[in-house]
């Protein structure tokens, strides 16, 4: 019984060097996103990534998205 006591604080005084020397930095703030946001900024936003590729599914949200803008 003795020898599972040594073991167990062997375990234990091993585990705390490293927990006490590993800490992460506390997480970055994260802006607060709107809920509703501007369907005109969404607009623009489509209108650059159509731009860069011809995607079927974007050109289709985008005219949608100009026809509810204008």
Known sequence: M???TEGDA?????AAPQAAGCQSPPPAPIPASDATPDPRVRLLQLAGELMR???RRLVVEYLRLRRTVA
């Open 2 to 4: 003795s020898q599972e």
């Open 53 to 55: 590729s011809h995607n």
């Open 10 to 14: 062997a375990l234990v005084g091993s």
